[in-house]
Structures are given as C-alpha cells and as structure tokens.
C-alpha cells in the first residue's frame, strides 16, 4: 500500500483566495483525521470521520474551515477565504478503527498564505 | 482539560543513550504512542504500549510507563545520527480522542 497520499505538497496563495488539500487514505481504513501543525501550537487535531461521516469537528477553527468525505477514499479540507494565519502545515491521517487506533500520517501539505 | 507535556530539546552524543520523557494528565485504558517525525515528513508510529503494561522493549527502544505518576518516556540505546527528529508522545483520553504532546527535537551530535 503507498500509505496515506496527500496533495499538493506545497501550497503558496494569496490572502482572500480559497484552498483545497486533499487526502487518499490507507485502503481498508475506516477514521480519517485532519491535523494542522505550527511551530506556535504544535499539533491540532482539526477534524476526523470514521465511516466517512464526521464525528468531531470542534478543532476546526472558524467557519472558514470546512472539511468533507464524499466516499472511504477521498476527503478534503478547504479554506475559503484564506488568511495569513493558516500558514502552517496540513497533516491527514487514518486508522483502521477509531480516534485512539494507530494513525499513519501523510507527508502533509505546507500551506503558505501571503 | 487534558494536557500531555514534553520538553522541547535534548542533545546527545552518538553512541550515548537519548532518554525523552513525556507527562500526562488523563488517558483512557489503550494504547499510548510515541512518533517520530523527521525533517520535511508526515509522523511515524514508531512504538507503542499498552497501558496495563509498565515496560515495552523493541531492539535499541525501551518505552517505560509510570501510570501513577503518569509518566511515559522513551528510551534510545545507542543513539545514531540518524535518530535525530522530533518525537511525540501521544495520548489516549476518554471520549476517543489522541493528544499529542508538542514534540522533543532530538539532536544527535557525532
């Protein structure tokens, strides 16, 4: 299995303009999570799912953030409109069973908001 | 709320051990984790033990759990250069949830 596959790798967009990250999950993995790593906070577990529905969302920080799971292999975190302040980088993550089971990490997206 | 705590830095010399110690204040009855997250990369499970367990060894790692104190460390017997990352531990605590703690950059000096 190629693991949990992010995209982009590396993000660079202005202030105001809406952003998609993307994530493929481990096949067979039922909990997908969403972290946000900066230097200031450490990691932040925004958002996960466990059968493609969303189960916790609180860790999202504004309504800007939205995050959806149309089907076990495909989710997307979006950021519309996006602030210099969400410079960081963007970590998905899944698990075969719940929020506390081993997660493999994606190599993540780094996000930079000018 | 639910807190875990980690020292941010720690050097050592190669062929030293590298003891990182992690505290927390709640966790469910599972597993607890430690990751190693290095240069550029997402973060990799790199052990685990379980709660009812005090000691876990695999190969060059000792993982050490105080559950009345609640206290986890790793521990890295001779310690290479290509262990120097960031490690987290991570937590467990009612309701499901993993918290990490902020990480340990761990510095291998030859």
């Known amino acids: 299995d190629a693991g949990v596959i992010q995209s982009p790798r590396h993000e660079v967009t202005e202030m105001g303009q809406e952003v998609t990250l993307r994530c493929k999950p481990i096949?067979?993995?039922?909990?997908l999570f969403w972290y946000r790593q900066t230097m200031m906070r450490g990691l932040e577990l925004l958002i996960y799912?466990?059968?493609?529905?969303?189960?916790?969302d609180s860790g999202m920080p504004e309504d800007r953030f939205s995050a959806k799971m149309p089907n076990a292999s495909f989710s997307t975190l979006k950021i519309q409109p996006s602030e210099p302040r969400d410079s960081a980088v963007y970590f998905c993550?899944?698990?075969?069973?719940?929020?506390?089971?081993?997660?493999?990490f994606g190599s993540g997206t780094q996000l930079s908001v000018l | 709320g639910e807190d875990v705590e980690q020292s941010l830095f720690l050097s050592v010399r190669e062929g030293d051990s590298s003891v990182i110690n992690c505290t927390y204040t709640?966790?469910?009855?599972?597993?607890l984790y430690w990751y190693k997250q290095e240069p550029g990369a997402g973060l990799q499970l790199l052990t685990y033990?379980?709660?009812?367990?005090d000691m876990k060894q695999d190969q060059r790692l000792t993982v050490l759990l105080n559950k009345k104190d609640k206290h986890l460390s790793l521990r890295i017997a001779d310690t290479q250069t290509g262990d120097s990352a960031i490690y987290f531990c991570?937590?467990?605590?009612?309701?499901?949830?993993?918290?990490f703690g902020q990480g340990t950059e761990l510095s291998v000096k030859p």
């Open positions: 993550a899944s698990s075969l069973g719940g929020s506390n089971e081993k997660l493999f």
């Open positions: 709640d966790s469910s009855s599972t597993y």
């Open positions: 033990i379980f709660s009812n367990m």
């Open positions: 991570a937590v467990p605590i009612q309701g499901g949830k993993l918290i």
């Open positions: 799912f466990n059968n493609n529905v969303p189960i916790d």
């Open positions: 096949s067979g993995h039922n909990s």
